[in-house]
């Protein structure tokens, strides 16, 4: 469930941005990856994106890992 409540101004911009491409900067321990978990969340539960529709690019393990959607397989 997306919780936009518990983002912080930028990352709630962030999640709700309607561009096709969003590149999100920010230093460690920031939130980069709640923002992108939060991002891919907002669009499969609240824009109805099929997760096989969407491609996120993180350098670390970190947002795969606590991704419910990572490995989604639909037909």
Same mark, same amino acid.
């Given at each position: 469930?997306?919780?936009?409540? $518990?983002?912080?101004?930028?990352?709630?911009?962030?999640? &709700?941005? #309607? =561009?096709?491409?969003?590149? &999100?900067?920010?230093?460690?321990?920031?939130?980069?990856?709640? #923002?992108?978990?939060?991002? *891919?969340?907002?669009? *499969?539960? =609240?824009?109805? &994106?099929?997760?096989?529709?969407?491609? $996120? *690019? #993180?350098?670390?393990?970190? $947002?795969?890992?606590?991704?419910?959607?990572?490995?989604?397989?639909?037909?």
């Amino acid at each position: 469930m997306t919780n936009l409540n $518990a983002l912080n101004e930028k990352q709630r911009e962030a999640v &709700v941005s #309607t =561009e096709k491409r969003l590149l &999100v900067l920010a230093g460690a321990g920031s939130g980069k990856t709640k #923002t992108l978990l939060q991002k *891919i969340i907002y669009l *499969i539960e =609240e824009k109805s &994106v099929s997760p096989l529709d969407i491609l $996120a *690019i #993180t350098f670390t393990k970190n $947002a795969y890992l606590y991704c419910p959607y990572c490995g989604t397989q639909q037909h």
